[in-house]
């Protein structure tokens, strides 16, 4: 067996070990290296199930993320100008803020641990969501994305559930998703979605931590959580709406079909030609 980098792909952390039983996709994060076959979903059926990511794909927030890490790197190189690159995008979007600031990290040369960088991201996150709730900031850092609401409410209409999924932490998430559905006027997320499954809490001294980033995307846990909490059964019967390729690595491990938006880092990271199909808008499909 040969273990080698796939070329076709621009992905952080990951590679593909062929075997003659099949290919292997390896994760590489936290210090800890896993492997998961890499299968072809059955094409789908009837769909009674759509599991929709978060960030990008539902709300067009991953600007304002990347604005964070960006924002946090210049805070540990002490220098208010330094911004990030084009050619970061496909690695400091989708996966996790750990992966994110440990390629910075070997980039940019910051001299702070990763444990340090943590804690300034999180102090970075938090004033800048404080300061949006006070009305100042980046007040359009978390906008619905064009057609959501309709596209949301003609599953309701075909009684197709729906799961929304994200790796993002509580205190990141839930304010997101309040304020799309507030902006939509929406009502409560809780009671419109069929199941939301996010990364859990931040870790803390004197409190208590849940599962989070280390299990998020791109392993297949959090779509798997969620399909556990949706009552999915027949794969088949179930699509993953998916902007970065974090996430469709995790859709795809998890076993289901993907449809890819063209405007996330998918067509960048060449994981565009592993989706069921490419689209625009949510006007493209086709239930």
């Not at 076959?37 to 759509?50: D, G, L, Q």
């Not at 404080?130 to 057609?147: T, W």
């Not at 979605?193 to 959090?222: F, N, Q, S």
Request: proline letters at 3%.
């Amino acid at each position: 067996m040969e273990l080698a980098m796939d070329k076709k792909y621009k992905l952080n952390g990951i590679d593909f070990l062929n075997t003659s039983k099949g290919t292997l996709i390896g994760i590489h994060q936290g210090k800890v290296d896993c492997y998961y076959p890499w299968v072809e979903a059955k094409k789908p059926t009837t769909i009674k199930y759509v599991m929709m990511d978060l960030d990008g794909t539902s709300v067009k927030s991953e600007e304002f993320w990347i604005y964070i890490i960006e924002k946090t790197t210049a805070t540990l190189l002490h220098d208010n100008s330094f911004r990030l690159s084009k050619e970061d995008s496909p690695y400091v979007q989708g996966f996790t803020t750990i992966e994110h600031l440990s390629y910075c990290k070997n980039k940019y040369k910051f001299k702070q641990s990763l444990e340090e960088a943590i804690l300034v991201y999180h102090q970075v996150a938090r004033k800048e969501l404080n300061d949006i709730m006070l009305g100042k900031g980046k007040q359009d850092a978390f906008s619905p994305r064009k057609g959501l609401k309709e596209f949301l409410l003609s599953l309701k209409k075909k009684n197709i559930k729906i799961g929304l999924a994200t790796s993002g932490l509580d205190y990141k998430a839930i304010p997101e998703i309040v304020s799309a559905f507030k902006t939509l006027n929406m009502g409560d997320p809780l009671t419109f979605y069929d199941c939301i499954v996010t990364g859990g809490k931040e870790k803390r001294k004197d409190e208590y931590g849940t599962m989070g980033e280390l299990c998020a995307k791109p392993h297949p846990w959090i779509y798997s959580e969620l399909a556990l909490g949706l009552g999915i059964k027949d794969k088949e019967e179930a699509i993953i709406l998916e902007d970065s390729s974090a996430g469709v690595i995790s859709s795809k491990i998890a076993g289901y079909n993907v449809i890819g938006f063209d405007d996330g880092n998918l067509i960048e990271s060449g994981l565009d030609k592993d989706c069921l199909r490419m689209i625009s808008t949510f006007n493209d499909i086709d239930l």
